[in-house]
């Protein structure tokens, strides 16, 4: 009987054990599985010189997170994706980023374009995307966070800032595409409740560098302000155009130009030119100091920093606290933690609305200096509750327009 009792005890004992060794190796293999993330931006093509710090950005910030042990106890894999500035790949590379990599959450796009594209992608998958740039508004998804500035926290406040500052008399440009043909309708909009007037509105293809049907339209109405809605390299022919034309003086305002578009296109070179964005290099303050040093130390002492740039960093720093907050990378479990997180960013508190799935943000106009830099000379007097859909117009009216083609 004793022998029977010893052999029992043996057995059961070495079933613990073998248990516990299976259960170690497979917390082992999950503590050195990487937490994979999918970064979609264009590494070539018109947009290649916008989107390609956005990467850094994401890199930086996963880094800092590695550096300080990573994500529940795993390390942060980015698989980096080229969008190729072209929609179709965009979408094609998030399927495959999701069904093929695996990735835990997607960051990416610039273009509305791009970001439409990849929109169904990602609701299908009951996914995430983090979206850095600011934008025409008129969408809210509940798979996408929006890191960039609304319309009422740029478009809006830009434009009327514009026209006080300059006159009512403008002149619209922008590219071929969404963004700027829904940002000049809301833009179009404020000119008439103003009881200014547009007096040209004229769209490039992305990527063109044809000039100068718009430099003789603005020769001829000389415009007190022109607002620029163009994207991409299509900025340079722009910019080089005005000065030949004798138009370096003309006021300016760009929507869509950052410190690296500015510095790579000579936007310099146009002594009345100004930007709005949520977020500057140049601005003070210990946060931003150490993020700028931070960037700049990590991949060259000339690299800009940008509102794309630090809404990217801010995007994968507010989605990993989600990540430890759930003890989870799944996006279905990170997606409702999302909604109350905020953290300190290089631009100020960054608080996402739960409501919108968007940031509140400050507006800040900037002129542009000779070296690409903004010197700030106009910031709301505190950060603005998104809204996606400018509320003259009830959603809806928004809704109906944009499906009636108009844009």
């Not at 947009?47 to 042990?69: C, F, H, T, W, Y």
């Not at 619209?172 to 000049?184: E, H, I, K, Q, W």
């Not at 009881?195 to 063109?208: A, K």
């Amino acid at each position: 009987m004793k022998n029977y009792l010893r052999i029992i005890t043996a057995l059961v004992l070495t079933g613990v054990l073998v248990i516990a060794g299976l259960m170690a190796r497979q917390h082992y293999f999950v503590a050195s599985t990487p937490i994979k993330i999918g970064v979609l931006h264009s590494l070539t093509g018109t947009m290649a010189v916008s989107e390609k710090p956005l990467v850094d950005a994401v890199r930086l910030a996963v880094e800092e997170i590695n550096g300080q042990g990573g994500l529940l106890g795993r390390q942060v894999e980015m698989i980096v994706a080229d969008g190729k500035s072209d929609p179709e790949v965009f979408a094609q590379e998030a399927e495959r980023l999701i069904e093929q990599e695996q990735v835990s959450a997607l960051f990416g796009c610039w273009t509305s374009a791009c970001r439409k594209a990849v929109k169904p992608v990602v609701e299908k998958h009951h996914h995430l995307l983090f979206y850095p740039v600011q934008y025409e508004g008129m969408e809210q998804s509940a798979n996408i966070l929006y890191t960039g500035a609304a319309p009422n926290q740029q478009i809006v406040p830009g434009t009327r800032w514009a026209t006080q500052t300059f006159g009512q008399r403008v002149y619209l440009v922008g590219s071929d595409y969404v963004f700027p043909r829904t940002a000049n309708v809301i833009i179009a909009d404020l000119i008439n409740a103003y009881g200014g007037q547009i007096l040209g509105e004229r769209y490039l293809p992305m990527g063109s560098s044809d000039v100068a049907a718009v430099i003789e339209d603005i020769v001829r109405t000389k415009p007190d302000v022109v607002l620029n809605t163009l994207n991409g390299d299509s900025n340079a022919a722009f910019f080089s155009a005005l000065v030949k034309a004798g138009l370096s003086d003309l006021p300016l305002v760009s929507f869509s130009v950052e410190e690296g578009g500015m510095l790579a296109w000579n936007g310099g070179q146009l002594t009345r030119h100004y930007g709005v964005w949520s977020y500057f290099q140049s601005l003070p303050g210990e946060e931003n100091h150490r993020f700028v040093s931070v960037y700049q130390t990590r991949f060259g002492a000339d690299r800009v920093t940008s509102a794309p740039v630090e809404a990217a960093y801010v995007g994968v720093k507010l989605w990993a606290q989600a990540v430890q907050d759930m003890g989870s990378s799944e996006p279905n479990r990170v997606n409702p933690a999302l909604l109350r997180q905020s953290i300190k960013s290089p631009s100020g508190i960054a608080a996402i609305d739960a409501d919108s799935r968007h940031l509140w943000k400050m507006t800040r106009v900037g002129k542009v200096r000779t070296d690409g830099q903004f010197e700030q000379v106009f910031a709301s007097s505190a950060p603005l509750r998104p809204t996606p859909w400018p509320g003259y117009r009830s959603r809806d009216a928004w809704q109906s327009m944009l499906e009636r083609g108009q844009p």
